[in-house]
């Protein structure tokens, strides 16, 4: 439909409105971009520059005021630019600011650029820093992302500038520009990853470093080598578009592998390695970054017990060289955490940090054996089956699967809570086939285990692999009324002037298990202390908790808890072959010695749970000494089966249909 003449006019004028809008505000900005460049031109230089040492004393505190890991500028010496290989300088530029020699200290046109590409995008998705502000940064300010420490950055770099020459604004760049693991300046950082001089490193090795300052320890090769040698490659391609390195130079660099130093040497107190990592990790999650960390001069407050924590790292030590776990390859991992406020109070990754930084708590997936057991009684529970209920402990066959107890023992009919104190491998099966795959799968979800959990019958003995940290999270339900809290590792942080810019806020919780059932699975699992596979834990005041042990030994647990304090312990072989270890052993010695420290300030609290009376098994609760190990993980038997039975039926509960979720794998 044609327009008439007054609708085209209208049309012009609004147009034309638009453009005049469009036209005055770009007018605006290019004279505020004028103005800024005028006065940045007119800045003063900074007297006596080159003798400048910034001054860092980031720490991390206890909860109990201990210093824990203390942050220092470090670096093997200071390298004049001469002596640093053009290729470390043209992999650094490549990455860090393509337009170093030729700019003045800041690109406000890059600026301007990455300022609208960030508000489109609601979140910072690039920078516009050159090297120059960044040395601002290292020297001068903090890595707060604000918009008045941006503005000063640019002063800053304006007048470092007129201070110094370009190549010296680079050497000292490359001198205190912080790239992990305790590493300052690219010396620092030949010398830790690759145990070299800068000089005598390659130019694989060279474009890992200049990867680094964006994001030290995301790429530190130590943490994760396959995201170094990810961001290694980023920078070689760039080189090679800049037409830094020939093709072949950047075919043969991208396809080197990575053969770190040995043993690396860390240039920080730190007295609880694996929970700093931790907490650096989780301070970058509230929105600091690692530069930040490093350099602010932070009091960071943790909510790590350090009596605790010593405890720990001496309780690991400690009982695997009594059972004679010595190899390299024997490890351990313990994590510790408050169940009413989410409060991390241990935290032990392995046995020695120096040796490996694999954090044994929230990255190795390993199965937890009958220590899963739980979760299937806990479905049943939270459907009506109780603890007095009675279960037939004798053989039985689901499809071709026909699991055995230890030493194909069968004591008949037994209560419910019997069954779980001896860790009957046969009742938990058939306690799985009673309440459903997908409700004990909904039933560990809900409570805080979120690695992928195989729709099948042998979950129920721990055939799936789990991550301590949060199979040790869900353990907590159990001693928190049915709540399940976030355990967390920061408590507040300070500047250095001792501004607050952090309290944790009140831990995330919520009530995903019943009361009644809370306290009927405590009931139940306090008899494995008393009287089954966890007497080895005992400390002398009201616990609960449970073994695992797993096919061929090859992972032991104990997890387990007070009214206050749950702690989770896993001991086994990285390698993941057999380590001969039960977890009534060596795992629950060690969270014996754990929790006798942890409890201490809470003296003997018995449970706020109401009364369950659990009915006494008719030959005697006490088993024999060889009833009590451990049994074995899921084996094929040809013992005649016999059917579910004299279990009530469970009630209905509404369970989410999902799909079949991928086997977990266990890390080689």
Not at 52 to 79: G, L, Q, W
Not at 236 to 244: G, N
Not at 550 to 578: C, E, L, M, R
């Amino acid at each position: 439909m044609a327009k008439n003449k007054y609708e085209e006019e209208n049309d012009e004028s609004f147009f034309d409105f638009v453009k005049v809008i469009l036209t005055g505000g770009f007018a605006v900005l290019l004279a505020g971009l004028v103005s800024l460049q005028l006065y940045l031109a007119s800045l003063p230089p900074i007297n006596n520059l080159q003798d400048f040492k910034p001054n860092i004393v980031t720490k991390f505190y206890s909860h109990d005021d201990e210093i824990i890991k203390t942050f220092t500028a470090y670096t093997f010496r200071r390298i004049e630019l001469k002596d640093v290989p053009d290729t470390l300088k043209m992999a650094i530029i490549a990455t860090e600011d393509k337009n170093f020699y030729r700019h003045h200290g800041y690109d406000l046109t890059g600026l301007a650029r990455s300022t609208v590409q960030n508000i489109f995008a609601g979140r910072v998705v690039q920078g516009a820093s050159t090297i120059t502000q960044q040395l601002a940064r290292v020297l001068f300010l903090s890595n707060e992302k604000t918009f008045t420490r941006k503005i000063k950055e640019l002063f800053i770099a304006a007048r470092i500038e007129k201070t110094i020459s370009k190549d010296k604004i680079l050497e000292m760049y490359l001198n205190n520009v912080y790239l992990g693991s305790g590493a300052y300046g690219a010396e620092g950082a030949a010398q830790i990853y690759f145990n070299k001089h800068l000089k005598e490193c390659d130019l694989a090795e060279l474009a890992l470093i200049a990867g680094l300052p964006q994001a030290p320890s995301v790429y530190s090769p130590f943490n994760n080598v396959d995201l170094a040698i990810k961001r290694r490659n980023q920078v070689l391609q760039r080189m090679y578009k800049m037409r830094y390195i020939t093709k072949d130079e950047y075919e043969a660099a991208k396809q080197a592998k990575v053969k770190l130093s040995a043993q690396p040497s860390f240039y920080t107190t730190n007295k609880a390695p694996y929970f700093c990592d931790f907490a650096m990790k989780e301070l970058e999650r509230l929105g600091f970054d690692e530069t930040e960390i490093i350099h602010g001069g932070y009091k960071i407050v943790t909510t790590l017990d350090y009596k605790t924590q010593l405890a720990a790292n001496e309780a690991v030590i400690r009982e695997m060289k009594n059972y004679g776990l010595t190899r390299d390859k024997q490890q351990a991992a313990v994590f510790s955490f408050n169940a009413g406020d989410g409060r991390i109070i241990a935290y032990v990754g392995g046995k020695d940090y120096t040796q490996s930084q694999y954090d044994r708590v929230t990255q190795a997936i390993r199965p937890p054996g009958s220590a899963f057991k739980p979760f299937v009684y806990a479905a049943a529970l939270e459907r009506g089956i109780g603890p007095n209920d009675v279960i037939d402990d004798s053989p039985v066959k689901i499809g071709s699967w026909a699991p055995k107890n230890y030493g194909s023992k069968y004591r008949g009919k037994i209560p419910v809570y019997t069954a779980l104190m001896i860790s009957s491998n046969v009742c938990a099966a058939k306690m799985i086939q009673v309440v459903g795959i997908r409700a004990v799968i909904q039933t560990a979800r809900v409570l805080g285990i979120d690695t992928p959990l195989e729709y099948d019958y042998t979950i129920s003995l721990g055939s799936n692999g789990v991550k301590l940290f949060e199979f040790t999270r869900a353990y907590g339900a159990f001693a928190n009324g049915g709540y399940v809290v976030q355990p967390f590792a920061i408590e507040r942080v300070e500047t250095s002037r001792g501004k607050v810019v952090y309290v944790a806020p009140k831990a995330r919780m919520s009530h995903q298990l019943s009361l009644q059932s809370a306290a009927e699975m405590t009931a139940m699992l306090k008899t494995v202390i008393t009287s089954g596979t966890g007497r080895a834990a005992s400390i002398g005041k009201p616990a609960a908790g449970k073994t695992g042990t797993t096919d061929d030994y090859k992972d032991a647990y104990f997890v387990g808890y007070t009214p206050n304090i749950v702690t989770g312990v896993w001991v086994g072989n990285d390698d993941n072959t057999s380590s001969n270890i039960q977890g009534g052993t060596v795992p629950a010695l060690i969270w014996r010695d754990v929790m006798k420290v942890a409890t201490e300030p809470y003296g003997t609290v018995e449970f706020n749970y109401p009364a369950v009376e659990l009915t006494p098994y008719t030959k005697g609760n006490e088993i024999t000494e060889e009833e009590a190990q451990e049994p074995e993980a899921p084996q094929e038997t040809t013992a005649e089966a016999a059917p579910v039975e004299n279990l009530p039926a469970p009630k209905p509960a509404p369970v989410p249909r999902a799909k079949e979720p991928e086997k977990a794998p266990i890390p080689q």
